[in-house]
């Protein structure tokens, strides 16, 4: 059984960052696409970021690009988010998440099927 869990949201301030970790147990961590979504309140779940199965090979959604790093350890069963310059946009509750297929790096929220129960980035102003 595969459990996603993270850890690292706060409230912050704009400008500051934070690094969001979601630890995995289960057998297959490093054949699967991880990556974090994030849903606002009233908004629908968006994707934010996803590495490939070894980390090489990464994917942003635009307005995280340049502020945003996704990176995981294997070693570890383990994925972050390194957010830098945040602004209030970015509060949201953050997810992570692993890809139903193995060898794929997709976006789309139905293409993972395990999540982790979210942490919360508030970001003021």
């Known amino acids: 059984q595969v459990q996603l869990v993270e850890s690292g949201g706060g409230l912050v301030q704009a400008g500051d960052s934070l690094r969001l970790s979601c630890a995995a147990s289960g057998p297959f961590f490093s054949t699967y696409t991880m990556a974090w979504f994030r849903q606002a309140p009233g908004k629908e779940r968006e994707f934010v970021a996803a590495?490939?199965?070894?980390?090489?090979?990464?994917d942003y959604r635009d307005s995280g690009k340049g502020r945003f790093t996704i990176s995981r350890d294997n070693t570890q069963n383990t994925v972050y988010l390194q957010m830098n310059s945040l602004n209030p946009e970015d509060t949201a509750v953050y997810y992570c998440?692993?890809?139903?297929?193995?060898?794929?790096?997709?976006?789309?929220?139905?293409?993972?099927?395990?999540w982790g129960q979210g942490t919360q980035v508030t970001v003021s102003s």
């Open positions: 998440a692993r890809a139903k297929k193995q060898w794929v790096m997709p976006s789309r929220i139905d293409d993972y099927d395990y």
């Open positions: 590495a490939s199965r070894n980390g090489i090979a990464t």
